[in-house]
């Protein structure tokens, strides 16, 4: 089964109402993904997602919690505009900053939902 948020919040608050100690592994996935805006190569999409599978002890089963959030686009051309990457970041950094405080472990990449 998986579980889609629609914010980080609503992904953080996933995780304490299941109980930490319940993530498998006691890992966070995190992904920043830059994706190419038509034929325009200083033009790119970021986009941030966050996975993570939790444990169900009543039947003993796990779900996959997924949140994804489009951070905005990225200029590389003489703007170096990066509100994107610069959004993604703070996300990112969130995502670190509970991990430490609930024991758990950040690293990058995505989990396959087949």
Known sequence: MKVQCTDIKDFLDNIIADGPSNVDRKVIY??????????????KQISLQCYAAINVVIDN?????????????????ASACFDGTRKATLIKDRVEKFCEENGLTIRPGKLDFS
């Open 30 to 43: 995190v992904n920043i993904e830059k994706r190419q805006v038509g034929d325009i190569e200083v033009k």
């Open 61 to 77: 089963s796990y779900y996959i919690l997924y949140m994804e959030s489009d951070c905005g686009i990225d200029y590389t051309d």
